[in-house]
């Protein structure tokens, strides 16, 4: 059966959000990391909710309530989203209460929203949606994860539209927590790899509108660290079964690094099309191939200025984290 | 009393993070839940923890929340009766 993304929206530290069009230029890394440029909320979310709300939250259900004005819905049939880490600034705030507190006296409204599925879930009662709301947390193929599982569902019977997306959002105190340790993959020089945050979402049908921005020609899962030969036979045998086409796509965006061996193993199967690296965009983060996809949608519609080469028609996505794990989506303009 | 009640609203405003709301805009006769600031239960649970945290208070019948809370008013008799 085939699957259309009939709606998308992302808030990302690329000014993505309410505008008809937007500029490739990296964003200010004055603070060490990139940080999402927030929209106002009230636009989106009743003033009495916002106050008790983190940014992740006020992303995915700012990012969310778009998307379905985009797709001209008022509800899906099912919300699915992936978050690597939650929310953090609740979490954190939940944390720090346990520590000064001695484990007393704890605030109920970090507790409650510091949860992973507090984005879907608060998504859900805003919209009154009674169906099926999971979240998916699996480390860098979170978002893979909760669009595959969307997949599965329109797949079947009695889904036609499903809200699918990606959050994470990044901290003081998680930025420096995680350039620590090895959550996050290290290069410097002149392409530094710099932390980031955003939401994403989209709808994903089995149903073709008028507002279908473009075809998803299937998504494909790589477990390195289950390989039984070495990375690159491993991974060569992996792209050449999703992508046995891979000649005729018109653009790879990568999350990829020009130091991973992974790049240029890409760089040979893929030929000489143009390769974009999103990150130097959106930053590191679990959900990012929500961003990646996003993006190509809006190549894919000609609405991104200072963009690599022609408007594309095919586009491969291809993503890998601190994990063991990559991921490839396809994307077709219709 | 007066200093009191004036410190309540900025505590309030800071824990319950009341977007847009100053003390000046708190009227201390104005109902805190419903109407006036429209305040809900787990604003109620915020509260709670406020009293036992900033002034040793723990209210052991919630039934009395509903007077206690009523408004700043009641909520400043209340703490100046049972602060230790």
Known sequence: MELYFNAASAISPLGSFENESISLQPPDRALGYFVSREPDYRNTIDKKLLRRMSKFIKMAVSGSVDCLAAAGLEQPDAIITGTGLGCLTDTIDFLQQMNENAETLLNPTAFMQSTHNTASGQIALLLGCKNLNITFSQKNISFESALLHAKMMLNGDGYRNILVGGIDEITPESHGLISQTSCMRKFEGEYPVTAGEGAAFFILSNRQTEKTLARFDGISIFNGAAADSSFSDSFSRFFDESCPDADHFDLLITGSHPSDEVYHLLSEKTGDQKILRFKDYCGEYDTSTSFALWLALELIGGRVEGSPGSRPERVLIHNQGSGPCHSLLKVTAC | ?84
């Open chain 2, 1 to 84: 009393m007066e200093e009191l009640k004036e410190k309540l609203k900025v505590q309030l405003i800071a824990q319950l993070n009341l977007e847009d709301i100053t003390p000046e805009d708190i009227n201390s006769s104005d109902p805190l839940f419903g109407e006036g600031l429209g305040l809900d239960s787990i604003d109620a649970l915020e509260i709670i923890v406020l009293l036992q945290k900033e002034y040793g208070i723990k209210i052991e019948d919630t039934k009395k929340g509903k007077e206690i809370f009523q408004s700043i008013d009641t909520l400043a008799a209340y703490i100046t009766e049972n602060r230790k």
